[in-house]
C-alpha cells in the first residue's frame, strides 16, 4: 500500500525536476524556445516556471464511488433493493468483478475501496457524498451521477443543465478540499431512452414501471403518440447536455478523466438489465460498466 500510493508523488517530484532542469539550461539548449518554434513560450526574468501535469496512475490503490442507484445495484439481486456487492466500482461479486475488485484483487477491494452513493441521489447531492469520498483518501474517486435528475415526474422538473454543472463544479472543489490528490473517474450518463427501447420489450417490467420508475422516460410506455415521443425526446436532450456538462467540468481538473461518452453509447440489451425493472443494470449489466470503467482507468490517456 505504502509503494503503490506514493507512485504518483514520486512522478510528480520526476516532472517538476525535469521542468527545473530545463529551465536552468534554457539559455544553452532552447528549452524554453519561443515563437521561433521552441517547445513553449519564451519565459522572461522572473517569469514562473510552469507547473508539470500531473500523470494519471493507471493502477490506484484504492477506490471511492460516489453516485446513485446503479452504483448501489438497485434491483439488481431483488425487486427494489439496493445491491452493493454487485456494483459495478465496489462490490465483490465474482461475476461482476467491479472496477475495485479488476484493479485491487478481491481483498483489496474490500479493504480499500468504499461506496458512498444513494440510491435516488441526484447532482445536487453530489457534494455530500465527495465530502464522504474525500475523508477516505482515495487513490480514485468512481462518479456515476446524473440519470435521476432527468428522471423525475415530468420533464417541467428535471434538473437545469445550469444547476447540473454548478453542482457537478461544486463536488469537485469539495473533493479538492479533502483530496487534492485523488483521480477521478467520471461516467456518462446512460442512455435512458435506449433502455426504454430496450426494457419496454418486457411486460413484467413495465408494470414496475408503473409503480413510479422514471416517469419522465417511462410513463405509458407504449404510447407512441406526438406528445409522449416529444417528451421522450426532451428527456434524451437533456441527458446529452448533462454529459456535456460532465466532460467540460472534468478538462478543466488534471486528474479528472471521463468516459468519452462510453456508458451512454453502450447498447444494453434485455440480459444486462434488471430481471425485475428492467430498466437498472443487472449482475451483467453491472459487469459491462465495470469492463468500461475499468478499460477507461488503465488506458494510456483519455478517451478521445
Known amino acids: ?64 464511488a460516489v453516485g446513485d442507484s446503479i452504483t448501489r445495484g438497485f434491483d439488481a439481486c431483488s425487486v427494489l433493493a439496493d445491491c452493493p456487492e454487485v456494483s459495478w466500482a465496489t462490490g465483490t461479486d465474482e461475476g461482476v468483478r467491479s472496477l475495485a475488485v479488476r484493479l485491487l484483487g478481491a481483498s483489496g477491494a474490500a479493504s480499500h475501496s468504499w461506496n458512498h452513493a444513494v440510491s435516488g441521489a441526484r447532482m445536487a447531492q453530489l457534494p455530500e457524498q465527495m465530502a464522504l469520498a474525500g475523508k477516505e483518501k482515495p487513490e480514485l474517486v468512481a462518479v456515476m451521477i446524473g440519470a435521476n435528475d432527468a428522471c423525475r415526474d415530468s420533464v417541467d422538473i428535471m434538473t437545469p443543465v445550469a444547476d447540473f454543472r454548478a453542482a457537478f463544479e461544486a463536488s469537485m472543489r469539495q473533493l479538492r478540499g479533502a483530496a487534492p490528490e485523488a483521480q477521478v473517474y467520471v461516467s456518462s450518463v ?3 431512452k435506449r433502455l426504454w427501447s430496450t426494457g419496454r420489450e418486457n411486460p413484467l417490467g ?48 488534471p486528474l479528472c478523466r471521463y468516459d468519452g461518452g462510453a456508458v451512454f453509447d453502450y447498447r444494453f440489451t434485455g440480459e444486462q438489465l434488471s430481471q425485475w425493472d428492467w430498466f437498472h443494470p443487472g449482475r451483467n449489466g453491472q459487469a459491462r460498466l465495470a469492463e468500461i470503467a475499468y478499460r477507461n482507468v488503465t488506458a494510456s490517456g483519455p478517451p478521445a
Do not use: F, H
Open 190 to 192: 446512460p442512455d435512458l
Open 1 to 64: 500500500m505504502p509503494e503503490r500510493s506514493s507512485r504518483r508523488r514520486i512522478r510528480t517530484a520526476i516532472a517538476t525536476l525535469t521542468v527545473a532542469v530545463c529551465a536552468g539550461a534554457a539559455v544553452l539548449t532552447g528549452c524554453t524556445g519561443g515563437p521561433d518554434g521552441g517547445t513553449g513560450g519564451a519565459a522572461g526574468p522572473g517569469s514562473p516556471s510552469p507547473s508539470p501535469t500531473p500523470v494519471w496512475d493507471a493502477s490506484p490503490a484504492s477506490v471511492a
Open 206 to 253: 413495465k408494470q414496475i414501471w408503473k409503480l413510479g420508475i422514471c416517469r419522465s422516460m417511462l410513463g405509458d410506455a407504449d404510447d407512441m403518440g406526438a406528445a409522449a415521443v416529444a417528451r421522450r425526446n426532451t428527456v434524451q436532450e437533456r441527458v446529452v447536455a448533462y454529459n456535456g456538462a460532465l466532460r467540460d467540468v472534468c478538462a478543466e481538473d
